[in-house]
């Protein structure tokens, strides 16, 4: 039971251009959205995030919206530049105790110069 | 470091051989969780600590699979039999944080193999 779901597993851009990569989820209960990027051999490190009081936060050129109604997320980048080529993965939590996120399964990112 | 570190980086173990994963948080983190990633998946919960605490060890696929944190500090993940299934990336991640929604910081990962 996939509850976060990246159905694209690819995505080639032109620098310069807008990236757009998208996650969808199931369970009514999360209230909070994270996205996290993850260049080869490394851990994933925290991009930016959402809480579900809200539809949109930007931060440089980073934006994610939300969609609570269609329980779909997605991210924004523009301009998109080579070195944001990366896989992008999109998490989500129900704030309870405990901790966990709940990640997708990755959307690789490849931006062309 | 500053940062989460991990160890060893990569492991390689024959079937039924036992391994120790650890993991040295970023210090002062209270929160440490530890994620499994196979490959071309995204990391899956195993198991959460607040300081010495386990809190929440419900994603541990079997019993084989075993972590403790006794100062709440530095952890270890342990598993037991290795089987070829077992093979993926371990995560480790901690956060400064009691709340949920505080981000985490993740390490660079163990890369188990199972022959």
């Known amino acids: 039971d996939q509850q976060v779901k990246q159905n694209s597993p690819s995505l080639s851009v032109q620098e310069g251009r807008i990236s757009i990569l998208n996650c969808d989820y199931t369970?009514?209960?999360?209230?909070?959205f994270l996205w996290y990027k993850k260049y080869p051999a490394e851990g994933p490190t925290f991009l930016i995030s959402?809480?579900?009081?809200?539809d949109k936060n930007e931060d440089g050129r980073f934006t994610v919206f939300l969609n609570k109604s269609a329980k779909h997320l997605s991210l924004h980048i523009v301009p998109s530049q080579p070195g944001d080529s990366a896989v992008y993965f999109c998490a989500a939590s129900a704030n309870s105790r405990g901790g966990k996120l709940i990640f997708g399964q990755g959307t690789e990112l490849s931006v062309k110069p | 470091g500053a940062g989460v570190s991990q160890s060893p980086r990569y492991k390689v173990a024959k079937r039924g051989q036992d391994v120790a994963l650890r993991c040295d948080p970023i210090s002062g983190h209270v929160s440490l969780f530890w994620y499994q990633q196979a490959l071309g998946q995204g990391p899956e919960f195993l198991t959460y600590f607040q300081n010495e605490a386990q809190l929440d060890k419900s994603g541990l696929p079997s019993d084989r699979f075993f972590a403790e944190r006794p100062e709440g500090s530095v952890s270890t993940l342990k598993i037991q039999r290795t089987q070829q299934e077992d093979s993926a990336v371990y995560l480790c991640a901690s956060s400064s944080a009691l709340a949920t929604n505080e981000k985490l910081f993740f390490g660079s990962g163990t890369q188990l193999s199972v022959l």
């Open positions: 369970n009514s209960m999360f209230d909070y």
């Open positions: 959402i809480s579900s009081i809200k």
